[in-house]
Antibody
Framework: EVQLVQSGGEVKKPGESLRISCKGS????????ISWVRQMPGKGLEWMGR????????VYSPSFHGHVTISVDRSISTTYLEWSSLRASDTAIYYC???????????WGQGTLVTASS | QSVLTQPPSASGSPGQTVTISCTGT?????????VSWYQQHPGKTPKLLIY???HRPSGVPDRFSGSKSGSTASLTVSGLQAEDEADYYC??????????FGGGTKLTVL
C-alpha cells in the first residue's frame, strides 16, 4: 500500500526554526513528485511547492518561495518542510501528497499541525 | 499564481444533482487537462475524487463526475447523499511543475 506518514504536531514560538517530515512507503520513493499543501485554520488548501525525490529539483509557489525549504533524504524515503524563522501566521495543518503522474495528489499524508504562538 | 474561483457554497436535497464550478484562465484550467477534485470532511484528510478532468479513481462512486469547458471545470454530484456534505476543492496544473487550488466550496445536503 502506497502511504505517506508525517511527523507529529509541533508547538513553537515565532522566530524559532522547525522541520517536519513525510516518509513514503509501499512504492519506489524516487518515482513520484511529492507536494506540500497548507491549510490554515478554517481555510482552504494552498499548494506550497513540490520536490522530485529522484534529483531534489524543487518548485515553490510564489506565495511561499523564500519562507520555506523543501528537501529530501532518499536514503530514508523522507521529504521535509522547513522554516528558519516561524511566524504566527504559519499556524496551520501541513499535508504532503504524492503526484503519481504530476497532475493530481494521491495519496495524502495524515497532516501535521504546526502551532506558532508566543 | 491566482487561486481558482469556486462558489463558497452549494446545496441540494437528497437525490438531487449539484454542480460545482471551478474557473481559471488559459494559463491553468484552460491550458491543461490536469484538473482534479478533492473532497474533505471536517477534520479529515482531503480525498481524491476526480483526476485529469474526467477520470474517477477506483472506489469513488460514479455519482461523482467531472468535466471542463474552456477555462471552467465542473464537478457534478448526482443522487446527492447525506455523506456528500463536505468541502470540495479543485486543483489545476499551471505549468513549470506548479499547481494551484481553488478556494473551496462547502456543499450542504438539505
Amino acid at each position: 500500500e502506497v502511504q505517506l506518514v508525517q511527523s507529529g504536531g509541533e508547538v513553537k514560538k515565532p522566530g524559532e526554526s522547525l522541520r517536519i517530515s513525510c516518509k513514503g512507503s509501499g512504492y519506489t520513493f524516487t518515482r513520484y513528485w511529492i507536494s506540500w499543501v497548507r491549510q490554515m485554520p478554517g481555510k482552504g488548501l494552498e499548494w506550497m511547492g513540490r520536490i522530485d525525490p529522484s534529483d531534489s529539483y524543487t518548485v515553490y509557489s510564489p506565495s511561499f518561495h523564500g519562507h520555506v525549504t523543501i528537501s529530501v533524504d532518499r536514503s530514508i524515503s523522507t521529504t521535509y518542510l522547513e522554516w528558519s524563522s516561524l511566524r504566527a501566521s504559519d499556524t496551520a495543518i501541513y499535508y504532503c501528497a504524492i503526484s503519481p503522474s504530476g497532475g493530481y495528489f494521491d495519496p495524502w499524508g495524515q497532516g501535521t499541525l504546526v502551532t506558532a504562538s508566543s | 499564481q491566482s487561486v481558482l474561483t469556486q462558489p463558497p457554497s452549494a446545496s441540494g436535497s437528497p437525490g438531487q444533482t449539484v454542480t460545482i464550478s471551478c474557473t481559471g484562465t488559459a494559463g491553468d484550467v484552460g491550458g491543461y487537462d490536469y484538473v482534479s477534485w478533492y473532497q474533505q470532511h471536517p477534520g479529515k484528510t482531503p480525498k481524491l475524487l476526480i483526476y485529469e478532468v474526467t477520470h474517477r479513481p477506483s472506489g469513488v462512486p460514479d455519482r461523482f463526475s467531472g468535466s471542463k469547458s474552456g477555462s471552467t471545470a465542473s464537478l457534478t454530484v448526482s443522487g446527492l447523499q447525506a455523506e456528500d456534505e463536505a468541502d470540495y476543492y479543485c486543483s489545476s496544473y499551471v505549468g513549470r511543475s506548479a499547481f494551484v487550488f481553488g478556494g473551496g466550496t462547502k456543499l450542504t445536503v438539505l
